[in-house]
Each structure stands twice: as structure tokens, then as C-alpha cells.
């Protein structure tokens, strides 16, 4: 396109200093017009014929043929109009696709995280194949400065990997034996050898490069009202441009005795076709989705995965945010404070034997818990000593080892087991155990917060969220003095998952009209409350595939501050959004009365289309630039 404008404007240049006329002069300017707008009468002419006649290219093929025609009529020798008009509309295209080129670069380099091959041991040798052939709990090698191909386990070696493209941090994470890893990082030092716990089309990259590529589908409401408004608004215009050319001359031949004459109308074809060039839609046909898709594509790039643009519209209407605690204001990473006996007393010649039955028991569950409690015991585990393992939503698991029923949970599980707990005066998370009908003792656990909890809280209140609230199932302390560290006042604890719903729907009937309410959760047993809010956000690319699968957004890496990101990146695209209307439609709807009034002449008229859409795409394209909201 660029070479066609080139051409097409020197040809025009040197037109004006050619000493030509007639018919040489004509087939000149026809040649520069064809080569400046041949695509468009192609366009135009393709949809008369499929029945889709009324859009920009009708527009410009109408106005500027009709240009030419009066030229002729007045011969004039004067075709720079109708020139002009197509080469700036072609100017102004090749700004759209340049920005649309530069926003799908940008998605591009996120696609770049797709691995192209994973190394496996074949006979003693290294062999590369496709990471769609290597099966779940295969063991491959990832050498320095390739990509990790599938998520895994390190099982030997030691390394930093470089999550950039995943998260938007440079801060590299270190990694060694029992490190879970997800494909998509950068191995930046040393060898690894990693077992994988997902076949390819499960892991990470291609959940996240399927969120990405599918995030288009998904238009919001101010894309639609675009589409449905281009779609009234051109045909209106066309009927009132040869309103503008048929009636008012025929107002002066029958009222005030004008001549019937081509004269008559000359001035008034000449105005409609002015009002063809200013009515071009395409200003906001064209930059209310690039806005989005900027800012799909920057978010992306940012480590906040958006799964359309209805999702980043609603993003910015959020007045109350809900959050999950546990993995996703604190660490999730409980460490031992304490074991006591059945008596509330301090231990240690027992606590061991109370760990090892906590971490055998809960050995097959993923809760942040369950992990702690096995890191803490510290060795194998022999699965072949338990059996009959059940895990109670929200409570606990019971389980058979070596021939006795343990049961390890909260002081729901033991009452509903006919146990009664005891009473812990230490304040945290109490883990209580009992075996063979009888209570044996307890755990307490403390979990950290996380070093941005508080600010990404306070950032929120300036981003105008008026209501954050926590929900937790540890009891009414723990909860509190967490909430009291993060400066949260509406806290709810003790919930099982369905009483976070519950919680989330209350919320819901209680926010205002237009008004939306957002939860973020680490993925464990939210992907229901992450469904029933208007906005889920799954906070962590390593949290459950049910999560990611049920939330709106997904966050790459468990930094909280992302949150208040995702909400300021989805309030500067609305923003752009609403400028381009209210200028496009400004900027034309003066020109628009003007032109009617014959004030307008074509080159105005071609500023107010093209100019129009160049200052709208280009100010869509700073929807990209999000690093530093």
C-alpha cells in the first residue's frame, strides 16, 4: 500500500506541472486514480453486488467518481479533488494498518513463548522431537538459554529462569529439585532435567496463547454499538447526501423559478458529495476495536491475560473487589508454629508422629496446606501405606493408614466425625488430627503475607474501588488479623466454597446498576466463586486449569498489584474509547452541517474523514503502552 500512495502522490506532484489537456490529461489523472483506489472500487463494487452496499468504500467511490464527473461536466481540467480524496483516504488506511500491524507484533511477542522443541534421552543420546510427542511423566532436558517446552518437576539441577514473557518481570526465579515449572520460561543458566506433569496441549503456553488468540471473538459493548451504528448510520447518510442533491433544487425550480437545468443542481451534487467524504464511518469503525485490541495486546505483554474485550470493558466499572486469602493475599506457604497434644499442650516427642500422619493423610491433595504440611515432614512418603483417602470440601480428608482412620482437618471435620476438638489458645490456622475415633492432638499453622498485599490494596481505593472484601475458611482471628495487617474492615470467614459463592452473590444484589464486582483467587476450590462473579480473576499462571479455565482474567505471576493494573489498563482504553467518539463524531457532525450549508469545501471535508481517523487510530495505539500505569 505504501508503494501505491508513493507512486500515486508523485505522479499527482508532477501532473501539476505537466502541460497536458483533454482527454491526455483525464486518462493521466484516471491512471493515478486507479492506482491510488483500485482495492477500494473493488471493494465497493464487490459489495453492491453481494448486497452489502452502504460502507466506507461505496462512500469514497461515490464521492470521488462523482468528483471526476463534474469535473468533466465543467471542463475544468480540475481532477486534483477526486485524487485527493482517495489518496488521503489510502493515507489514512495504511495508519490503521500500521497500527493494527504494530498491535499484533506485540501479541507476536508473546506467541514467541510457544517452544518449538523439547530434548528427551533416546539410547543415551539427546533427541529433539515436538513437545505435542512427549508423553505426561517423561523426563526431558532443558539446557541453558532454551525454553522450557512443558510444565513440570526439576528432578536434577539447579537453575534462574528468565519468566519475562510470562509475567512482564525481569526479576528472574530460581529454581532446583521439586520446583514446579511452567513451559513457556526461559532457562538462563544451568541444565535441568525436568519430569512433566502435563502433556503439551494441557501446559501453560498453550492455555495462555489459546486465551490470547480467542480473545478477539469476544467484543464489548461499545464494539457493538460501533457495528450496529455503522450499519443504520451509512445508509442514512447516503439517503440524506442525495436528499441534499435532489431536493433543495427542486425546492428552487418550484418555489422560486430557477431555471430546470443541470446548473440548478451542480452546486448541490457538489455539496452531497462533500457530505459522502465527511460521513465515512470508519473513524470509529476502525479505532474502537484497535483501542481494545491495543489494550488486550499491552495487558498481554504486562503479564494480565484478558479474554476479550467485554472482559477489559467490565474491568473498569469494578466498585467492589472480593479476595480470596489464602494463596492470593498471603503466600500460601504455611510453616509449623506449633504441635499440641489432645490436652492444648506443647509437644515434641509426639509432634513428629502427629506431623507424619497429617502429611501422609493429606499427601494427595494440592491445598497450599496439604504442601506445607508435607515440606515440613520432610521425607518420602510410602503411598502404599494409605488407602481409602476421602477429602470433605472445605473441611478436611480422612484416611487409612496403616490399617488405622485418620481424620485431619478443621473442627467442622472432627464434629461431623463425632469428635470434639480442642480449644487452641494460639492464634492461626489449627490443623486437628484424630485416629481411630479418638482426637490425638493438633497443628498451628501461620501463613505470610505477601510483601504487596497492603499496597496493592491501597491502590485499589485510589483507583476508586469503594468496597474490598475478604473471604477465608480459617477461623474469625486468623482472618481478622490478616485483615487488619492489610487495612481490609469487611472480612468473612469460616467458608466452605459454597459459602464463598453465597457470599459473592450477596455482593452481587447489592452492588449498584452498571456497577460490577470482581474475586480474586489463587485457583483452589475458587473456579465457583471465580464463575459466579461478574469479573474472576485467577491470580498465578501455576493455579488450577479449572480456575484459569472459569476466570475472566488471568494473572501470570501472584503479585496482587496486578489487580489494581488490569483495572487502571481497562479504564485508559475506555477512556481512549470515549475520545474517539467524541471527537469523531464532533469533528464530523460540525463539518456535516457546514457541508450542507456549502461553508465546507473537499479538502476540509476530506480532513474531517481522514484527518479524523488518523488522530482516532493513532490515539487507539496508546492503549499499548501500559507498563507504567
Known amino acids: 500500500m505504501l508503494a501505491r500512495i508513493l507512486v500515486a502522490s508523485a505522479m499527482t506532484i508532477a501532473l501539476q506541472f505537466a502541460d497536458t489537456g483533454g482527454w491526455m490529461r483525464l486518462a493521466l489523472y484516471l491512471t493515478v486514480y486507479f492506482i491510488a483506489g483500485y482495492d477500494i472500487l473493488k471493494k465497493a463494487a464487490s459489495g453492491i453486488i453481494n448486497g452489502r452496499v452502504f460502507d466506507e468504500n461505496f462512500l469514497m467511490a461515490t464521492a470521488t467518481i462523482g468528483a471526476f464527473a463534474l469535473a468533466l461536466y465543467e471542463r475544468s481540467g480540475d481532477y486534483l479533488e477526486a485524487i485527493a480524496v482517495m489518496l488521503f483516504y489510502q493515507i489514512g488506511e495504511f495508519f490503521q494498518s500500521y497500527a493494527v500491524g504494530r498491535s499484533r507484533r506485540n501479541i507476536a511477542a508473546l506467541m514467541d513463548i510457544r517452544p518449538d522443541y523439547a530434548n528427551i534421552e533416546r539410547d543415551g543420546n539427546?533427541?529433539?522431537?515436538?513437545?505435542?510427542?512427549?508423553?505426561?511423566?517423561?523426563?526431558?532436558?532443558?539446557?541453558?538459554?532454551?525454553?522450557?517446552?512443558?510444565?513440570?518437576?526439576?528432578?536434577?539441577?539447579?537453575?534462574?529462569?528468565?519468566?519475562?514473557?510470562?509475567?512482564?518481570?525481569?526479576?528472574?526465579?530460581?529454581?532446583?529439585p521439586g520446583d514446579e515449572v511452567i513451559s513457556g520460561c526461559i532457562n538462563m543458566s544451568g541444565m535441568l532435567k525436568i519430569r512433566t506433569t502435563k502433556e503439551f496441549g494441557e501446559s501453560a503456553v498453550s492455555?495462555?496463547?489459546?486465551?490470547?488468540?480467542?480473545?478477539?471473538?469476544?467484543?464489548?459493548?461499545?464494539?457493538?454499538?460501533?457495528?450496529?451504528?455503522?450499519?443504520?448510520?451509512?445508509?442514512?447518510?447516503?439517503y440524506a447526501a442525495l436528499a441534499l442533491a435532489v431536493l433543495p433544487p427542486l425546492f428552487m425550480i418550484l418555489f422560486k423559478g430557477s431555471a430546470f437545468g443541470f446548473a440548478t443542481f451542480e452546486p448541490w451534487i457538489y455539496r452531497a458529495l462533500i457530505f459522502l467524504v465527511i460521513s465515512c464511518p470508519c473513524a470509529l469503525v476502525v479505532s474502537i476495536p484497535l483501542s481494545?485490541?491495543?489494550?488486550?495486546?499491552?495487558?498481554?505483554?504486562?503479564?494480565?491475560?484478558?479474554?476479550?474485550?467485554?472482559i477489559l470493558e467490565a474491568l473498569?466499572?469494578?466498585?467492589?473487589?472480593?479476595?480470596?486469602?489464602?494463596?492470593?493475599?498471603?503466600?500460601?506457604?504455611?510453616?509449623?508454629?506449633?504441635?499440641?497434644?489432645?490436652?492444648?499442650?506443647?509437644?515434641?516427642e509426639e509432634s513428629m508422629h502427629l506431623l507424619e500422619l497429617a502429611a501422609m493423610a493429606e499427601c494427595y491433595s494440592s491445598?497450599?496446606?496439604?504442601?506445607?504440611?508435607?515440606?515440613?515432614?520432610?521425607?518420602?512418603?510410602?503411598?502404599?501405606?494409605?488407602?481409602?483417602?476421602?477429602?470433605?470440601?472445605?473441611?478436611?480428608?480422612?484416611?487409612?493408614?496403616?490399617?488405622?482412620?485418620?481424620?485431619?482437618?478443621?473442627?467442622?471435620?472432627?464434629?461431623?466425625?463425632?469428635?470434639?476438638?480442642?480449644?487452641?489458645?494460639?492464634?492461626?490456622?489449627?490443623?486437628?488430627?484424630?485416629?481411630?475415633?479418638?482426637y490425638a492432638g493438633h497443628i498451628v499453622m501461620g501463613d505470610v503475607v505477601k510483601a504487596h498485599s497492603?499496597?496493592?490494596?491501597?491502590?485499589?481505593?485510589?483507583?476508586?474501588?469503594?468496597?474490598?472484601?475478604?473471604?477465608?475458611?480459617?477461623?474469625?482471628?486468623?482472618?481478622?488479623?490478616?485483615?487488619?495487617?492489610?487495612?481490609?474492615?469487611?472480612?468473612?470467614?469460616?467458608?466452605?466454597?459454597?459459602?464463598?459463592?453465597?457470599?459473592?452473590?450477596?455482593?452481587?444484589?447489592?452492588?449498584r446498576s452498571g456497577e460490577k464486582v470482581a474475586f480474586a483467587g489463587d485457583g483452589i476450590n475458587d473456579a465457583p466463586v471465580l464463575s459466579r462473579a461478574d469479573i474472576g480473576i485467577a491470580m498465578g499462571a501455576m493455579g488450577s486449569d479449572a480456575a484459569i479455565e472459569a476466570a475472566d482474567v488471568v494473572l501470570m505471576d501472584d503479585d496482587p498489584l496486578k489487580v489494581p493494573k488490569a483495572i487502571r489498563i481497562s479504564r485508559k482504553c475506555l477512556g481512549i474509547v470515549r475520545q474517539n467518539i467524541?471527537?469523531?463524531?464532533?469533528?464530523?457532525?460540525?463539518?456535516?452541517?457546514?457541508?450542507?450549508f456549502g461553508v465546507v469545501n473537499m479538502w476540509l471535508a476530506i480532513f474531517a474523514d481522514v484527518g479524523v481517523m488518523v488522530i482516532a487510530v493513532l490515539n487507539a495505539v496508546r492503549a499499548m503502552y501500559v507498563k507504567n500505569l
Open 454 to 511: 497492603r499496597e496493592a490494596v491501597g491502590q485499589l481505593r485510589g483507583c476508586g474501588v469503594s468496597r474490598i472484601v475478604m473471604l477465608t475458611g480459617d477461623t474469625a482471628s486468623v482472618a481478622e488479623q490478616t485483615a487488619e495487617s492489610l487495612g481490609i474492615t469487611e472480612v468473612y470467614s469460616g467458608l466452605l466454597p459454597a459459602d464463598k459463592v453465597k457470599q459473592v452473590e450477596i455482593l452481587l444484589r447489592s452492588a
Open 126 to 176: 539427546t533427541v529433539r522431537v515436538a513437545p505435542d510427542e512427549v508423553e505426561t511423566g517423561a523426563i526431558i532436558i532443558v539446557g541453558p538459554g532454551e525454553k522450557i517446552p512443558i510444565d513440570g518437576l526439576v528432578t536434577e539441577g539447579r537453575s534462574s529462569l528468565n519468566t519475562s514473557a510470562l509475567t512482564g518481570e525481569s526479576l528472574p526465579r530460581d529454581v532446583g
Open 582 to 596: 467524541v471527537i469523531a463524531l464532533g469533528v464530523k457532525g460540525i463539518c456535516l452541517i457546514l457541508g450542507a
Open 207 to 238: 492455555k495462555i496463547l489459546e486465551l490470547v488468540e480467542d480473545s478477539a471473538a469476544h467484543k464489548s459493548k461499545s464494539e457493538n454499538f460501533i457495528a450496529r451504528f455503522a450499519r443504520t448510520y451509512t445508509p442514512v447518510v447516503c
Open 292 to 310: 481494545f485490541f491495543a489494550g488486550i495486546g499491552g495487558a498481554s505483554r504486562s503479564g494480565v491475560l484478558v479474554k476479550g474485550a467485554d
Open 367 to 438: 491445598h497450599p496446606i496439604s504442601k506445607s504440611l508435607q515440606k515440613a515432614y520432610g521425607k518420602n512418603i510410602d503411598r502404599s501405606r494409605i488407602s481409602d483417602v476421602e477429602e470433605y470440601g472445605g473441611h478436611g480428608i480422612t484416611a487409612v493408614i496403616d490399617g488405622h482412620r485418620v481424620a485431619v482437618g478443621n473442627g467442622k471435620l472432627m464434629r461431623s466425625l463425632g469428635i470434639e476438638p480442642v480449644p487452641c489458645r494460639t492464634a492461626g490456622t489449627i490443623i486437628h488430627i484424630a485416629a481411630d475415633g479418638k
Open 316 to 348: 473498569s466499572k469494578v466498585k467492589t473487589m472480593v479476595f480470596d486469602k489464602t494463596g492470593t493475599l498471603t503466600q500460601g506457604v504455611f510453616e509449623i508454629n506449633a504441635v499440641h497434644d489432645g490436652n492444648d499442650m506443647d509437644i515434641k
